[in-house]
């Protein structure tokens, strides 16, 4: 079974610059979340999917990043412009289930490889 | 808002040792905990999580944690380390009050194993 995959792995860029970043989730899961990595700490979501409804986007800067889920599967991720601040590894990953009535919170998260972001 | 705190950022241990990585954890209710690992240049693995059930939990490559409610931590467990488990260890738990479930994260714990 293919895992989560994410491309590009790896984008250098200038500041001011637009960068998009894909995920395509493991196979039947239906809900996707984007979790941004900075050096030296743990992931912070961004934004989680179930289905193609955004169900928490309180913590995705809407100034400058936008993110999109089309049909419920594959997703994709934009910052425009890009800041230096910006400079991270993008993590992509999914999982069964829904977690409103806490009836999903034993599953497990699987996550992609990321995709490492450069701003110049 | 529920938290968890891994509050060392380096664990270093020698080949064969046990070892041992902490996190506790701040939560109203009952926790879900988790635990994940880090290689270099690649994401996130799933090792064994706490729901309910044994304190004792067991998971992948050997690794074990023990869920103690009185101290609210959940430490990461292995009798004899290996090399190959040099990696990034991060805590986590469900949010059920501020993010409707979503998964927080540590801010992770670097496992180095010298032979």
């Known amino acids: 079974e293919a895992g989560v995959v994410q491309s590009p792995r790896y984008k250098i860029i200038e500041k001011k610059q637009p960068v998009a970043f894909w995920c395509n989730p493991i196979s039947g899961h239906n809900t996707l979340y984007w979790y941004r990595q900075n050096l030296g700490q743990g992931p912070e979501l961004l934004i989680r999917?179930?289905?193609?409804?955004?169900?928490?986007d309180s913590q995705l800067p809407k100034d400058r990043f936008s993110a999109e889920r089309l049909k419920g599967v594959d997703s994709t991720l934009k910052i425009q412009p890009a800041e230096l601040g910006d400079s991270a590894v993008y993590l992509c990953a999914s999982s069964l289930g829904s977690f409103r009535g806490r009836t999903s919170g034993a599953n497990v998260l699987t996550f992609g490889a990321g995709s490492r972001l450069t701003v110049l | 808002a529920q938290s968890v705190a891994q509050p060392e950022d380096q664990v270093n241990v020698a080949e064969g040792n046990p070892l041992t990585v902490k996190c506790t954890y701040s939560v109203s209710g009952n926790p879900y905990l988790f635990w994940y690992v880090q290689y270099p240049n690649r994401g996130l693995q799933f090792l064994l999580k706490?729901?309910?059930?044994?304190?004792l939990v067991k998971g992948s490559y050997g690794f074990e944690a023990e869920f103690n409610k009185s101290q609210t931590s959940f430490h990461l467990k292995k009798p004899s380390a290996l090399v190959s488990d040099s990696a990034l260890y991060f805590c986590?738990?469900?949010?059920?009050?501020?993010?409707?479930?979503?998964?927080?994260f540590g801010k992770g714990t670097k496992l180095s194993v010298k032979p």
């Open positions: 706490y729901i309910t059930g044994d304190n």
């Open positions: 999917y179930e289905n193609e409804e955004a169900v928490d």
């Open positions: 986590a738990v469900r949010d059920w009050e501020g993010s409707q479930g979503n998964l927080i």
